[in-house]
């Protein structure tokens, strides 16, 4: 038989957890006063002290901003991975459900108002994405009646959502003065550039979603069976199906209204590793939370360093790399 | 006589359409119980009533002298394993990690399997003869070697009792018999109850103890197959003109349904 799970599980995230390690300390030191990749680890484990601009510049603003692309990028891949075996259709993305449509709507709003980016914007497109989550769910709960959440019911009553909230996006943005535009834009189209220090604390939210998912791993791997055979092998769907899909939408909310909508990482980053290491999400889900982190620390780095002023959205970059690598494992895997 | 599942006066309809009238059997552990009917006859529904995916509106499922709606999916799927009519295998999974997900309901919470698990599910698929496909991908099997993998994951399972949809539907003859012939064996070895849905008459009239026969939602006829597979009774409930003799075999019906050009022969 082939190496216990158990092994497998331990040597990946002990692989990718050195990626993401390394990956951070370099993101950390590149820009535009870049720092040399010793001299940071030095500072970072405390065995030199920097000067004043250095420190601020690498625990003020490089250290939080990385740790935010972390944890984006992770909730983002884990979020993409867990509705793509729920919803059994591999288009599926953390935002499927409607989730940016009602969050995107609730920050837009924020800035029309003139509230400051935090707490009002998170705070009002965390409000849109739960809105939109006890819509989709009790319209999926309630068209099956007493059977299981049909799957069908929720994708169609995302992708309705999603298209009604885009027409009131446009509306909002159609209204909207020139100079808020730009704002509302890069929002939409994800931005890490915002992060403050003192967000951070929000994302320890996220944790004990990355613990439930885990523990909830091989019911995802029957799952992908089809609702009955899992049943048969002693899932309780209905209630892992409803626990699965809350907790995982809670997680992107938390996620979207810190960063934006920033796409593609949902969707592909699932995928690399589905084609890379086969369909075991015991396996999947802590290769997909490692991956998407480095993935996403990587875009963030990139956006921050390419232009020659200014920063691009990562949003664009995610795509730009993330398709094309796609494409040539999807060809790979073929012969 | 100890009965392992007992149903009485089951009913269960869809919208207004009756799909299953007063259904009523019982099973003794260790038989082989085979349910046939034309299609549409309820056979699959009373299938899924009575391992519990399905909640019948009217009567009671008793497993093992307790009501199935008492029991936790987990501690029911401990007892009972089931081979469904169709298979997913659109996610490449090996057949190794599909066996062994036989053993899921006796897993702890993290779902981590230890040597003891591999162990039963090296048996189970050297028992149903795939031993050597272990690393192949679901969608590489043909229609014989995937459902000897699927019954390798049910015997993984461990259950008490084996429910069949139609096992046995799309393989020629000689897997058919693999097949009947691998669950037959499975019983006589490990006393585990049997219970099949098929078209197959003969198959039923060759390998049941009992057969069950239903239609439209109403059984027929419970009984040794002798009984059952009697001319009368089966070309009232599917509506064609049946032959029913004697196997060559000796001791068993044999149930030949009869093609318009043949009638003339018979009338």
Known sequence: ?335 | MSHILDISNISLSFRDKLILSNVSLEVSAGEFFVIIGPNGAGKTSLLKVLSGLQKAQKGTVTIKDKNILNYRRRNLSQIMAIVPQHIEVGFPFTVADTVIMGRSPHLGILGMEGENDFHIAEEAMKFTDVSHLTDRKLFQLSGGELQRVIIARAICQQPEIILLDEPTTALDPAHQLKIMDLMEKFRREHGTTIIMVSHDLNLASMYGDRVLLLKSGRVVKTGDPKSVLNKELLEDSYGCRIQVDESPLGGVARVTPIPDKYLHNYD
Not at chain 1, 49 to 72: C, E, G, K, M
Not at chain 1, 164 to 187: D, E
Not at chain 1, 238 to 261: A, D, H, Q, W, Y
């Open chain 1, 1 to 335: 038989m082939n190496t216990p799970i158990g092994k497998k599980i331990v040597l990946t995230t002990f692989l990718l957890g050195t990626v993401l390690i390394l990956i951070s300390i370099i993101a950390i030191s590149a820009g535009s006063s870049g720092v040399h990749f010793w001299e940071t680890l030095a500072i970072l484990a405390g065995k030199t002290n920097p000067d004043s601009a250095t420190a601020t510049i690498l625990y003020q603003i490089r250290l939080p901003r990385v740790i935010l692309a972390a944890f984006v990028g992770g909730s983002l891949a884990l979020g993409g991975l867990v509705f793509q075996a729920l919803l059994r259709n591999p288009l599926a993305e953390p935002y499927i459900l409607g989730i940016s449509g009602g969050s995107a709507i609730g920050a837009i709003l924020a800035m029309l108002l003139g509230l400051s980016y935090f707490p009002g914007v998170t705070i009002f497109s965390f409000t849109g994405s739960l809105l939109v989550l006890a819509f989709v769910t009790t319209l999926a709960g309630t068209t099956m009646g007493n059977t299981m959440l049909s799957r069908d019911s929720l994708l169609l009553g995302g992708v309705m959502m999603n298209a009604f909230c885009a027409a009131v996006i446009m509306f909002l943005i159609s209204m909207t003065r020139s100079f808020q535009v730009q704002h509302i834009l890069y929002w939409l189209m994800g931005d890490l550039a915002t992060m403050q220090k003192g967000q951070l604390p929000i994302l320890l939210l996220v944790l004990p979603c990355f613990v439930i998912i885990f523990i909830l791993a091989r019911p995802m791997n029957l799952l992908l069976l089809g609702r009955e055979t899992a049943a048969a092998m002693g899932i309780n769907v209905k209630s892992i199906v409803m626990l699965l899909l809350v907790i995982t939408s809670l997680m992107v909310s938390i996620i979207v209204s810190l960063s934006g909508l920033i796409g593609f990482v949902g969707l592909v980053i699932p995928h690399i590793f589905r084609l890379l290491l086969g369909p075991d999400h015991r396996l999947l889900v802590p290769s997909c939370l490692l991956g998407g982190a480095s993935y996403l620390i990587v875009c963030d780095l990139l956006a921050r360093v390419l232009p020659s002023s200014g920063e691009l959205p990562v949003g664009i970059i995610t795509a730009l790399i993330g398709a094309p690598l796609f494409i040539v494992l999807l060809l790979r895997s073929r012969t």
